[in-house]
């Protein structure tokens, strides 16, 4: 009876997941796409007008961690901008230090093209041989010309090689008002570029190797075995609280040039000032800039990456629900003292169509402020569930099926009017006939073996294990326990993001 029971609940499970693989669900991809084309970029762009002016050429300030512009003027102005070039000479050297190809302990041998630079330099001698970390401080420090030449002959075999790396370096950041002559920024005529420029490529620099603020902080140093005084030429690295750096340029025609960078409580600025009248002016103009970004805006990280994000259901899947994960982190600029205001909302369907591959964006969090989406982080699936075919759900129900019928070994049948002895008498003869089989095997006599139709329970058990007869077991619902035929209706929810941290000090010039 027990056996018919199974037959007929089996073929009730094979007309329920018919019924299920032949649903039709189209839209669900199509409003999931939708979705996330939708809210794929922050709506709100920061960018107030401050009611002071910069006397430069050209200034700009940005937050180095968002990329995001406070502060702009005449900032896509094309201007010479002399060793403010050594920016990009810095970054080349650096990307091959930290991709392997140079070591900071390379040896470089100087030269004759290297010696031959003018302007400030530590005074290199052809056939002196130095290491690419003596070469780079003393760039970063002092801004040496002829190191900079011998660094990129280096990198590159030649100054010529390295000034086309440096221009297809520009093309791939977008620094579209750019174009490098030289590894230096001696050259005026046709070696230009802009403060929005600038500030990408100081931006690249600091946020993608920032192991450089190791040698753009130093105030004083020296060189060739302490023969020679390296004194940094940007003089707010002495002066201003939390400067990283960055690289001053000068020349007569491109005046006072200023890159400067600076981070407090984890809220990073670049500020950028071409064409200042004075030494004086570009380090004050700056401090401006930096100061007033420090006072009116924050920088706030949302961590999310990896974390568990909920999980969603599967239709036509192997698997009816997979978990989701959130894909990534995100930083937002906010008005000083908003931190607290930030709010989450997860927009994720009620369900998705098979198959779903680990990775795959299935949804997005929202991170919003006074009703206004300031970043997006996908959420992904953080499992695989393949489509369920028809070859794939007979395979699965034929495992689930035999593991029905075969999952208990049956009982030995006792006759009714005979009680097992307590004592049962010895056999006469322990030894096993000459011709018996082993078990599962056709015996000489012809008889065979009670479990060579089924085998005995530990080979069952092993099956199971095997081919994945005991992956789960098979309700009356047409899904495997622990797993939800339900569909739940997303929750969004909303909570305060971070608390609002306290007014940043500024510390005065000095």
């Not at 969603?312 to 906010?334: F, M």
Request: glycine share 8%.
């Amino acid at each position: 009876m027990k056996a018919k029971c199974r037959f007929f609940v089996a073929l009730l499970l094979i007309f329920c997941m018919l019924t299920t693989v032949t649903a039709a669900d189209s839209n669900t991809a199509e409003a999931t796409g939708t979705e996330m084309e939708e809210t794929s970029a922050a709506d709100v762009n920061p960018n107030p007008k401050p009611q002071f002016q910069v006397n430069a050429k050209s200034a700009i300030l940005i937050e180095a961690q968002t990329g995001q512009t406070v502060f702009a003027m005449n900032e896509h102005e094309k201007l010479p901008i002399a060793s403010i070039t050594k920016i990009m000479t810095m970054l080349l050297v650096m990307e091959a230090v930290d991709s392997g190809k140079l070591s900071l302990k390379d040896m470089v041998t100087i030269s004759a093209n290297a010696c031959r630079m003018g302007g400030s330099q530590v005074y290199l001698e052809e056939g002196e041989v130095f290491t690419v970390e003596e070469l780079l401080k003393a760039v970063a420090v002092h801004s040496a010309n002829d190191a900079s030449v011998a660094l990129a002959e280096k990198v590159s075999g030649s100054e010529e090689a390295f000034v086309h790396l440096m221009n297809e370096k520009a093309k791939e950041l977008k620094m579209n008002n750019t174009n490098f002559l030289d590894a230096t920024g001696l050259t005026d005529e046709g070696h230009y570029s802009t403060a929005y420029d600038v500030a990408i490529m100081s931006r690249e620099l600091l946020t993608k190797h920032p192991k450089i603020i190791n040698y753009t902080t130093i105030w004083h140093d020296t060189f060739r075995d302490g023969k020679f005084d390296l004194d940094n030429t940007n003089k707010l690295v002495k002066r201003y609280s939390g400067i990283t750096g960055l690289k001053t340029g000068f020349t007569s025609k491109a005046g006072f040039c200023l890159a400067a960078s600076a981070e407090r409580d984890g809220t990073q600025f670049i500020s950028v000032v071409l064409g200042s009248e004075s030494n004086e002016m570009r380090f004050s103009e700056s401090a401006k800039l930096l100061d007033f970004g420090f006072a009116n805006w924050e920088a706030a990280k949302i961590e999310k990456k990896g974390l568990p994000a909920g999980s969603i259901p599967v239709k036509k899947g192997e698997i009816s629900q997979v978990p989701l994960e959130y894909g990534d982190n995100a930083v937002i600029l906010v008005k000083k003292g908003k931190k607290s205001q930030l709010v989450e909302n997860a927009v994720i369907p009620e369900h998705i169509t098979a198959p779903v591959t680990r990775g795959q964006v299935v949804g997005v969090l929202n991170v919003e402020l006074d009703g206004n989406r300031m970043a997006s982080i996908p959420i992904v699936a953080a499992g695989d569930s393949r489509r369920c075919s028809f070859g794939l759900m007979i395979s699965m129900l034929a495992k689930r099926w035999a593991g029905l019928f075969c999952s208990c070994p049956e009982e030995a049948i006792i006759p009714e009017n005979v009680q097992p002895s307590a004592n049962p008498p010895a056999p006469e003869n322990t030894s096993p006939p000459d011709n018996t089989s082993a078990p599962g095997k056709k015996s000489m006599t012809g008889d065979e073996d009670v479990f060579e139709e089924h085998g005995t329970p530990e080979d069952i058990s092993s099956l199971e294990d095997d081919h994945g007869y005991g992956e789960g077991v098979v309700g009356q619902d047409g899904f495997e326990a622990g797993e939800s035929s339900i569909f739940e209706e997303p929750v969004i929810e909303e909570s305060p993001l971070l608390e609002e941290s306290s007014g940043l000090a500024e510390d005065p010039l000095e």
